[in-house]
């Protein structure tokens, strides 16, 4: 079936620098993408969101790249800070408003 | 604005015991989401509901697992009875009708032993 993954379980960054994790999915017929953070103990928190006929859109220190041809999305974190540290998610809208999650990435934020 | 609301937030069952779970979306938000969250993975939707009915619960394990919206407001989710690979967090989303983005609440661990 198609799926929603991720390139990198684990990524670690240097407090300031900037982040950027890495999602592959599969359903070429899907319009819709979230970004979700999780912290431990919580439950996902909504990041940012882009449809498929935008290939960017930014937020406060957050951008989302989606690139169709590839069927690639990213987020990039502008200056990471230790706040930053938890797990991100992205997902895909299927219709009927069924979101299909990735595995997640770990973000470990160094001082 | 209050955010989803879930109890309880911990739960340890032995197998073949039965466990619910309770959810109170934010007010106003027609659509509610059960998800399952196994340790390491992404979230898994169970069933989806709008107002007090099922719009989609193709993932919903049927032979143990029940869920229910019967005013359009809270829900229960039950499991009956547990197995050992039921232990997860079980999570609670709520939207807004005719809105993509789903908002979490902080979920219930439970763990079968």
């Known amino acids: 079936g198609e799926s929603v993954g991720l390139h990198l379980p684990t990524l670690s960054v240097q407090e300031g620098d900037n982040s950027i994790i890495n999602c592959a999915y599969s359903n070429s017929a899907s319009d819709y993408f979230i970004w979700y953070k999780q912290e431990s103990g919580k439950g996902p928190q909504f990041i940012i969101d882009i449809r498929s006929n935008m290939d960017k859109r930014q937020g406060q220190r957050v951008t989302v790249l989606l690139n169709k041809t590839v069927k690639h999305l990213s987020l990039q974190i502008a200056a990471t800070q230790p706040g930053d540290s938890a797990v991100y998610f992205c997902a895909e809208n299927n219709a009927g408003n069924m979101l299909t999650f990735g595995g997640g990435t770990r973000l470990m934020v160094k001082p | 604005e209050a955010g989803v609301a879930q109890s309880p937030r911990y739960k340890i069952i032995e197998k073949r015991q039965s466990v619910a779970f309770w959810c109170n979306p934010i007010?106003?938000?027609?659509?509610l989401y059960w998800y399952q969250q196994i340790l390491g993975q992404g979230p898994k939707l169970l069933i989806q509901?709008?107002?007090?009915?099922?719009?989609?619960d193709s993932q919903l394990p049927k032979d143990r697992f029940s869920a229910e919206r019967l005013k359009g407001v809270d829900s229960t989710l039950k499991i009956q009875p547990a197995k050992l690979e039921d232990s997860a967090v079980y999570l609670c989303a709520s939207s807004p009708l005719g809105v993509d983005t789903q908002y979490f609440g902080p979920g219930t661990r439970l763990t079968v032993l």
């Open positions: 509901f709008q107002n007090n009915g099922v719009v989609d």
């Open positions: 007010s106003g938000h027609a659509t």
